[in-house]
């Protein structure tokens, strides 16, 4: 038997389809509250979009603890073998706009929530380990060029590539992102990575660094130009449907998860600074060891309830797991929850698919649509009131810091364009082939030649190859090129 039709009030509904008018012809009469009320929520649906990664899709899940990992964290969720943990996670495209075709070359988006015990862990990371630029001053200016130009409202590769080319350390990340990578198949046949460095700290107080990596158990996949192209017109949605579509028919998707652990000393020494985003630290100097696996088995009931309320944040850690010095990140720890906020409300924490496992307990109250404000309990500390108590065994450990205090860049081997080189070298010869074409295709649109000189210069010094044979590709002479750029 159907429900029966109620106001937002809860007052039965007797007429959803005519209006109260004077006569059949009308007017409507101010009394008809119910279509007021109708048109007036209708009004507001719309809250502002993510200000990056508008464009997404989300569903639940679970990690299981294969490995207990005690002897590095004393985070819950990586104690005591075969522990599980709810999870949801959200993919998504960084740049283009909420109903943005999904199949665009972009970095993908990769947010984790784990509802531990011990409050909500956000894993917030991309499907690459880098990131364009590593001082969050730059990152409004990045964005901005790769958004629309404030006078033609289009996308162009001229703001795009002139970002890149006076970036310099962006060259690892643009080589990413102009690879096979920038265009996965799926979002379950792409892997996620925290990208920058996490602290782990375990219950004797040792701390070690930690970088993520979540693999793929469906592979690695990627689609070609001309299919994106092609599916991009076809079926804008075409991510969040082949996610959707596999949950929904018991394909569940998985991801085994490892992480690189580096000792505390050795990573303040190492030959790279961990702690610049725009970099990796080598597998072989420290091999990935298996923590566990995810799988994803659950669609989301709402989406606008599970997936676009859904507020992950980078500051979101547990006792055992805390931030590193990486100046990026320092960044982000401030602005989701600040654009969460504006973009959900001061009270976000208490929307359902927000709120942690366990029950909150703090002295902060009241603000727009609270809906758990902690009944009658003391609202104040210190009290004699037997109000909740700090937990010292959560204090964060410290870390030494050094240096004078002011605006400066990287000093620790900034060499930007090394990996770069790597990578390039790591493809085969038909993804490099991809790559140079693909370079050609959006840097050949642009028309200053002071923006495609810099940029070849970045490529030449990552791999001479890399370089000479994007030149060409422009019909570019490179050595005319390399003497512009001095
Ligand atoms: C979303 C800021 C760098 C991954 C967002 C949002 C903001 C933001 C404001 C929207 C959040 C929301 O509305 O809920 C920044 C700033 C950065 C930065 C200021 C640098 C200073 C990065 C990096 C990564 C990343 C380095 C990956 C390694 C993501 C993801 C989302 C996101 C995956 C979407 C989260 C979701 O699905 O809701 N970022 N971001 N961001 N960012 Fe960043």
Redesign the pocket.
């Known amino acids: 038997m159907s429900k029966k039709l109620t106001t937002s009030t809860g007052q039965p509904w007797a007429d959803n389809q005519h209006s109260q008018t004077a006569g059949p012809r009308g007017p409507v009469l101010m009394q008809d509250y119910d279509l007021m009320e109708k048109l007036a929520h209708f009004d507001r649906e719309r809250i502002p979009e993510?200000?990056?990664?508008a464009k997404?899709a989300g569903a639940k899940g679970e990690f299981v603890l294969e490995n207990d990992m005690s002897k590095y964290t004393k985070a819950d969720l990586f104690n005591g073998v075969g522990k599980t943990t709810p999870i949801i996670i959200?993919f998504?495209q960084v740049a283009g706009e909420k109903g943005y075709p999904d199949t665009v070359r972009d970095v993908r988006?990769?947010?984790l929530k784990f509802y531990t015990q011990e409050g909500n862990y956000d894993i917030?990371?991309?499907n690459t380990p880098v990131?364009f630029v590593n001082d969050?001053l730059k990152?409004p200016d990045f964005i901005h060029s790769q958004k629309r130009d404030p006078k033609t409202n289009r996308r162009t590769q001229e703001m795009q590539w002139d970002f890149w080319a006076h970036s310099p350390e962006s060259i690892h990340q643009v080589t990413y992102l102009m690879g096979d990578r920038g265009l996965p198949a799926s979002y379950r046949e792409m892997n996620g990575y925290g990208?920058h460095t996490y602290k782990w700290v375990n219950k004797d107080g040792e701390q070690f660094w930690v970088k993520y990596h979540f693999i793929s158990n469906q592979g690695v996949k990627n689609m070609s130009e001309a299919q994106a192209g092609k599916l991009a017109g076809e079926n804008p949605d075409f991510l969040q449907d082949d996610l959707f579509d596999a949950i929904e028919s018991k394909n569940y998707p998985s991801w085994n998860v490892y992480v690189q652990i580096i000792p505390y000393e050795d990573g303040l020494n190492y030959k790279w600074d961990i702690f610049d985003?725009t970099k990796v630290v080598s597998h072989k100097d420290y091999p990935l060891i298996k923590v566990g696996k995810y799988t994803l088995n659950e669609n989301p009931t709402n989406n606008f309830t599970d997936v676009e309320e859904?507020?992950?944040s980078p500051a979101n850690f547990v006792p055992g797991i805390e931030p590193s010095p990486d100046k990026?990140l320092q960044?982000?720890l401030f602005?989701?929850k600040d654009?969460?906020r504006y973009?959900l409300g001061v009270n976000f924490e208490d929307l359902p698919i927000n709120k942690p496992l366990n029950e909150v307990h703090n002295y902060q109250r009241d603000g727009y649509m609270k809906s758990d404000n902690q009944g009658s309990e003391v609202n104040y500390e210190p009290n004699g009131q037997n109000g909740p108590k700090e937990d010292l065994s959560a204090s964060v450990s410290g870390y030494s810091v050094e240096g004078t205090a002011g605006n400066q860049p990287y000093a620790h081997n900034v060499d930007y364009s090394a990996q770069a080189g790597d990578l390039y070298r790591l493809m085969s010869d038909d993804e490099k082939d991809r790559l140079i074409n693909t370079i050609a295709g959006g840097l050949g649109q642009v028309d200053s030649m002071e923006i495609k000189t810099l940029e070849v210069n970045q490529m030449y010094a990552a791999d001479k190859e890399y370089g000479k044979r994007v030149a060409k590709a422009l019909n570019l002479d490179i050595n005319e090129v390399l003497q512009l750029n001095n």
């Open positions: 993510r200000v990056v990664h997404g959200r998504s988006g990769y947010a917030v990371g991309n990131f969050p990152f990208s985003v859904a507020a992950f990026l960044g982000r602005s989701y654009t969460q973009r």
